[in-house]
C-alpha cells in the first residue's frame, strides 16, 4: 500500500528536515468526547494515511497513571499510544517524528492549570516498547544536513523531540512548532493567510511543523461555540489553496516539511496535497515520479 511506505520514493539526498511530511495534531484523541477530540484514527491508522508526525501529550493522574491528554480532558492511557507505535514500527522502515512533552501549562481567565508527567513511566514505556536502543535516532547534532538516506543506512526508524529531554532516548532537537492563540483563533479566510508569517520566524536548520487546524479559544472569531469537529469542516475547504500557495513560493515550498491537522483520517485529500509537495520539490526518485503521482491522484 502506497500511504505505508510512500518515502521509499524519496530520493537518498533529500534532507530529513526538507521532506513534506504529512502529520496530525493532538494525535492520540481518538476516544476524547467532542471538546478534546482531534483526531478519529488510531496511531496506527494515521501511519496507513501516510502520516509521519505525532503530536503526544501526557498528563499523570494522582497514582502517577499516564494518559494523553488535552488540556483537562483525559484520553486513553499512554501505554495503548505506545503499543500503537509499536505496531508501527515492527511493519514499517519509515522514519517518524514524534513530539512528546507534558501537556502545556494553560490558564483560562483567571484560573491557571498545570500539569505534570510521570517520566520514569513514560521513560519505562518507551523502552518496552519501542526498542529505542534499535532505532531511536538520539545524535541530532546536525539534524539540519541528515538526508532520509542516512537515516536508512543507520536502520533509525524514529526520533522523539523533547525540549526538556524530559524521558530516556527523547532529544533537545531543533524543532519549530508555532501556535498563537489569535491566529489559530481566526476565521477560515483570515486565518489561511496569516499563518504564512511562520516561515519567517522558524530556523533553518529544524524540523518545522506547520499547523493548519483552527482552534476553538475565548475572544477570537472562533470563541468557545465551535469544537475541533465543526472547525474542520470550516477549515478543509482552504487546505488546497493553502497547499498551492506553498507551493507557489519557492522559498516556502523548500523549508515547508510537517503539515499537521485535525482529523487527518477523515479522507485523504489532506495527506495527498501534502505529499504533492515533493514531487515539486524534485525529491522523489525520477524512475517513481509517475507512480508517486497516480498514487495521490496528481497525475
Not at 500500500?1 to 494525535?27: E, L, Q, V
Not at 500503537?84 to 502545556?104: A, C, G, H, N, R
Request: hydrophobic share 35%.
Amino acid at each position: 500500500m502506497f500511504y505505508k511506505n510512500w518515502m521509499s520514493y524519496i530520493k537518498d539526498d533529500a534532507k530529513i528536515t526538507r521532506i513534506a511530511m504529512p502529520g496530525s495534531h493532538n494525535s492520540a484523541t481518538i476516544r476524547m468526547n467532542k471538546f478534546g477530540r482531534c483526531q478519529n484514527g488510531t496511531l496506527y491508522e494515521q501511519y496507513t494515511y501516510g502520516l509521519r508526525f505525532f503530536d503526544l501529550r501526557l498528563k499523570a493522574d494522582k497514582k502517577g497513571r499516564l494518559f494523553i491528554a488535552h488540556g483537562l480532558i483525559k484520553g486513553i492511557p499512554a501505554e495503548e499510544a505506545f503499543k500503537s507505535l509499536k505496531k508501527i514500527f515492527d511493519e514499517s522502515d519509515e522514519f517518524f517524528v514524534i513530539s512528546l512533552q507534558t501537556y502545556m501549562n494553560q490558564a483560562i481567565g483567571p484560573i491557571k492549570l498545570s500539569y505534570n508527567s510521570n517520566s520514569a513511566e513514560a521513560s519505562r514505556l518507551i523502552k518496552e516498547y519501542l526498542n529505542p536502543e534499535k532505532y531511536a535516532l538520539t545524535d541530532v547534532s546536525d539534524i539540519g544536513n541528515m538526508t532520509i538516506g542516512d537515516i536508512r543506512k543507520s536502520g533509525k526508524k524514529y526520533v522523539i523531540i523533547n525540549a526538556k529531554e524530559e524521558y530516556d532516548f527523547s532529544v533537545d532537537c531543533p524543532y519549530d512548532y508555532p501556535w498563537e492563540a489569535h491566529i489559530y483563533g481566526l476565521s477560515p479566510e483570515k486565518f489561511s493567510k496569516v499563518i504564512f508569517k511562520y516561515f519567517d520566524e522558524i530556523k533553518d536548520n529544524s524540523f518545522f511543523g506547520f499547523q493548519t487546524q483552527l482552534t476553538p479559544n475565548p475572544g477570537t472569531d472562533n470563541g468557545w461555540l465551535k469544537w475541533p469537529d465543526d472547525l474542520d469542516k470550516l477549515i478543509r475547504p482552504y487546505i488546497p489553496q493553502i497547499i498551492s500557495d506553498i507551493a507557489a513560493d519557492p522559498e516556502k515550498l523548500d523549508r515547508i516539511n510537517m503539515i499537521s491537522g485535525d482529523f487527518m483520517t477523515a479522507d485523504y485529500m489532506k495527506s495527498n496535497e501534502i505529499l504533492s509537495l515533493n514531487l515539486l520539490k524534485g525529491i522523489v526518485k525520477d524512475e517513481l515520479k509517475e507512480e508517486y503521482a497516480k498514487a495521490i491522484g496528481k497525475s
